[in-house]
């Protein structure tokens, strides 16, 4: 089945310094690539998403790059602030199905 | 209210137990999805629903595991005869219909198997 893999698992960071996550996935057909934001205890937010007709979104400090032909997409947040600390799951919508698959999740720490 | 509401919020249960948890996805949203997510893993999909269509089944773990889903409306997701490995929370999500549409989640019930 499609698989998506998330890269690092963990991350540690300054505050002010960027943070970059990344995943892979094999299924070509996939046009729909969420990301989720999850505080400890609690549910998974989305912060960002882009679809397959677009290389790069932005929405202030975030942003996602996807390359379709390598099959990989990218988180990039600047200026960390401590807030940012929290798990961030990646994910891709499978046509076949209707569902997410979601990667293993980074767990980011940004320090003061 | 205006998100996704899941109960209950925890569930503590004795092996062999059936459970029954509830979901009441954003009002007009026709999408429903459940998801399990195990102690520092990232989400499993479960079942989805889609307006009047059948659902698609095809994450259940087991037999053991089923959901139901009345309309557009509130949604149930029973495990009979309980095992430890069922200990997980249980995420609901709904998006406005099926496809390129942002899925939104619920609290989350947290279901501990003793």
């Known amino acids: 089945g499609e698989n998506v893999e998330q890269h690092p698992s963990t991350l540690s960071v300054q505050e002010g310094d960027s943070a970059v996550i990344k995943c892979t996935y094999s299924?070509?057909?996939?046009?729909?690539f969420p990301w989720y934001k999850q505080e400890l205890g609690k549910r998974p937010q989305l912060i960002i998403d882009?679809?397959?007709?677009?290389g790069e979104k932005k929405d202030q400090r975030i942003a996602v790059t996807l390359n379709k032909t390598a099959k990989h997409f990218s988180l990039h947040i600047t200026e960390t602030q401590p807030e940012d600390s929290a798990v961030y799951f990646c994910?891709?919508?499978?046509?076949?199905?209707?569902?997410?698959?979601f990667g293993q999740g980074t767990e980011l720490s940004v320090k003061p | 209210g205006a998100g996704v509401s899941q109960s209950p919020s925890n569930k503590v249960t004795e092996k062999g137990k059936d459970v029954e948890l509830r979901c009441d996805p954003i009002?007009?949203?026709?999408?429903l999805y459940w998801y399990r997510q195990r102690l520092g893993q990232g989400l499993e999909f479960l079942i989805y629903?889609?307006?009047?269509?059948?659902?698609?089944k095809s994450g259940l773990p087991s037999d053991r595991f089923s959901a139901e889903r009345t309309g557009e409306s509130v949604s149930t997701l029973t495990i009979q005869r309980t095992q430890q490995e069922d200990s997980a929370v249980y995420l609901c999500?709904?998006?406005?219909?099926?496809?390129?549409?942002?899925?939104?989640f619920g609290d989350g019930t947290r279901l501990s198997i003793l």
């Open positions: 999500a709904s998006s406005l219909n099926r496809g390129y549409q942002p899925q939104h």
């Open positions: 299924d070509s057909a996939s046009n729909y």
């Open positions: 882009i679809r397959s007709n677009v």
């Open positions: 994910a891709l919508y499978r046509n076949q199905g209707g569902k997410l698959i």
């Open positions: 009002s007009g949203h026709t999408a």
């Open positions: 629903f889609q307006g009047n269509s059948a659902p698609d």
